[in-house]
Nanobody
Framework: VQLQASGGGLVQAGGSLRLSCAAS????????MGWYRQAPGKQRELVGI???????NYADSVTGRFTISRDNAKNTVYLQMNSLKPEDTGVYYC?????????????????WGQGTLVTVSS
């Protein structure tokens, strides 16, 4: 599975950006998809996750401002970011969770995109 993210850039506080992440390769067993971010000097943190059925969960810090959506036909997940704040600055990583049925149970694996930089100026 390969994840290709796009859409990062520089925006002023209060502005909006939309990130996209397209999955390719063996995608039939992809379940959850979503986004993480890593600010300078900080650990990577969850932004939000969306299930294959379209149920989304968000970090408290972005709830009400960010929206994750998913187009299963295009194998693409989106992150609409509104009311951006300087503290939203960081590298945003696309994420996919694979759960594949194997003999005797399941095999799981995490996949990561290359990251796209979002910079919010004050």
């Amino acid at each position: 599975v390969q994840l290709q993210a796009s859409g990062g850039g520089l925006v002023q506080a209060g502005g909006s950006l939309r990130l996209s992440c397209a999955a390719s390769g063996r995608i039939s067993d992809i379940n959850d998809m979503g986004w993480y971010r890593q600010a300078p000097g900080k650990q990577r943190e969850l932004v939000g996750i969306i299930s294959s059925g379209g149920v989304a969960n968000y970090a408290d810090s972005v709830t009400g401002r960010f929206t994750i959506s998913r187009d299963n036909a295009k194998n693409t997940v989106y992150l609409q970011m509104n009311s951006l704040k300087p503290e939203d600055t960081g590298v945003y990583y696309c994420y996919a969770y694979e759960k594949r049925r194997i003999f005797g149970g399941y095999s799981t694996r995490d996949y990561w995109g290359q990251g796209t930089l979002v910079t919010v100026s004050s």
